[in-house]
């Protein structure tokens, strides 16, 4: 197949997980002989830090058969500039056409990468490919949802309106004041802009002939809102250069150390974890395990929001910023936590599958299998649900080498069944010829 891939991060095996992802369907495409030009939308302007990316998948990539990377579009770089004015009567706008009866028009204020279609079309129009394939990116949406000569696949990750949504239902958490009459006519407001993006997001993707989600409750949900293809297609991760440890290494033997998190530390999941961390799970754990013998390290950069920053001010929780080896200081853990999901924001978890991986034992609320069916209570993870059993599960393998070693084991069975990249990959190019074959009207396969 020739496919034009819309990315919205440059392919990077070393970078976060959006990266490593499209780094890998990349690689693993043209591995697999197809031809794939690359086109990146980046949500910002330019800069040196993205150029330096831009420079490193270039070297990468330069020897790869059949990768073209087409020249990087910066939405900050090509949205117009309003004056403040303007802004303000262009929000006044955006709110009227939120009422019922207005908000299923698109409006490109919610999906500003809609000013790179015209761009995207000329590349569909030179290159001419069999599809249209885009790795979790809001912006590969917007720019191509309704571009009708060729099929387009979304691999999609997380909802549009799903974060807001979340966050709206907890703003002491997101620094929302909810105090007064103007703040909560304000919040009500945020609440009807929410729900026109929500409507206007289902448009867009049910002109896009599928939609895989790496979320089973995602794959569902555009299902039940009428999308005619809606798929689950597991999460994807390569394979750890750290030899799997099943347990945990013998150093530090009278010392406790748990994974708390990672990633940055301001993301709508880690605002949940980690306020869950910091109130209610560490005082449990100091009590259950010794707080003179407990350490939560927890890893990522980024700034947590202002409530959240005040319940991590412990002793025992140990902010670590970025680490040059994440892979070892999730090796040294008796546990790796996931807790993301505990107040109900419920995505796919690249996380967990980068502690199967490595052999850790992981632990998760139990709504994490609402996104990864394949969690298994008791072979792959340890679940539970309140704070006291996700810390009496915590000290129940902070003790025992045995069962921490059975459940790292069970994850990196269930990491190398479903979730390795090499497995993935493949089924999504099995998809999307089905998709290429049914717009075609061959009726080659059956999808």
């Known amino acids: 197949m020739k496919i034009l891939l819309l990315l919205s991060a440059i392919p990077y095996n070393k970078g976060e997980a959006i990266e490593v992802v499209s780094h890998e369907v990349v690689r693993l495409m043209a591995a697999a002989g197809h031809e794939v030009d690359v086109q990146i939308l980046i949500r910002e302007g330019w800069s040196e830090s993205s150029a330096d990316r831009e420079r490193c998948a270039a070297v990468q990539f330069s020897g790869v058969s059949g990768v073209r990377l087409l020249s990087t579009i910066y939405l900050g770089d090509i949205l117009p500039r309003r004056s403040s004015l303007v802004k303000k009567l262009s929000h006044a706008w955006v709110v009227v056409r939120s009422l019922p009866g207005f908000r299923r028009w698109i409006n490109s204020y919610f999906f500003p990468a809609m000013a790179a279609k015209s761009m995207v079309v000329s590349q569909v129009e030179r290159l001419r490919p069999d599809i249209i394939l885009s790795i979790w990116s809001w912006e590969a949406l917007e720019a191509s949802y309704d571009i009708p000569s060729v099929p387009r696949f979304v691999y999609y990750g997380n909802p549009n309106h799903k974060p807001q949504e979340a966050q709206l239902l907890f703003p002491d958490l997101f620094d929302m004041p909810v105090q007064g009459i103007a703040n909560r006519i304000k919040l009500q407001i945020l609440k009807l802009l929410n729900q026109a993006r929500e409507i206007q997001h289902l448009k867009m993707m049910t002109q896009c002939e599928a939609t895989a989600n790496n979320a089973l409750i995602d794959a569902q949900y555009y299902t039940e809102k009428g999308h005619p293809r809606s798929l689950y297609l597991q999460n994807m991760w390569p394979d750890a250069e750290a030899v799997p440890t099943f347990g945990r290494r013998a150093d530090e033997e009278d010392v406790f150390r748990?994974?708390?998190?990672?990633?940055?530390l301001g993301a709508t999941g880690n605002t949940f974890g980690l306020y869950f961390l910091g109130s209610e799970l560490a005082p449990r754990l100091g009590v259950l395990l010794g707080r003179d013998k407990l350490v939560i390290d927890v890893f990522g950069g980024g700034r947590p929001r202002a409530k959240v920053a005040e319940v991590l001010k412990q002793p025992n929780i140990l902010l670590r910023g970025w680490v040059d080896d994440l892979n070892t200081e999730i090796q040294r853990s008796c546990a790796f936590l996931v807790l993301t999901n505990v107040y109900g924001f419920n995505v796919g978890n690249t996380r967990i599958l980068l502690a199967w991986s490595l052999g850790a034992c992981v632990i998760a609320?139990?709504?994490?299998?609402?996104?990864?069916?394949?969690?298994?209570?008791?072979?792959?993870?340890?679940?539970?649900?309140?704070a006291e059993e996700i810390a009496a599960l915590v000290a129940r393998v902070a003790r025992d080498i045995a069962l921490r070693e059975y459940i790292g084991r069970g994850g990196y069975?269930?990491?190398?069944?479903?979730?390795r990249s090499e497995v993935v990959v493949p089924q999504m190019l099995e998809e999307m010829e089905c998709t290429v074959n049914e717009f075609e009207g061959q009726g080659m396969m059956k999808c």
């Open 365 to 386: 609320h139990t709504s994490s299998a609402l996104s990864m069916p394949e969690l298994e209570h008791g072979y792959n993870a340890l679940l539970g649900d309140t």
């Open 258 to 264: 748990i994974c708390g998190s990672v990633g940055n």
């Open 413 to 419: 069975e269930t990491f190398q069944k479903y979730y």
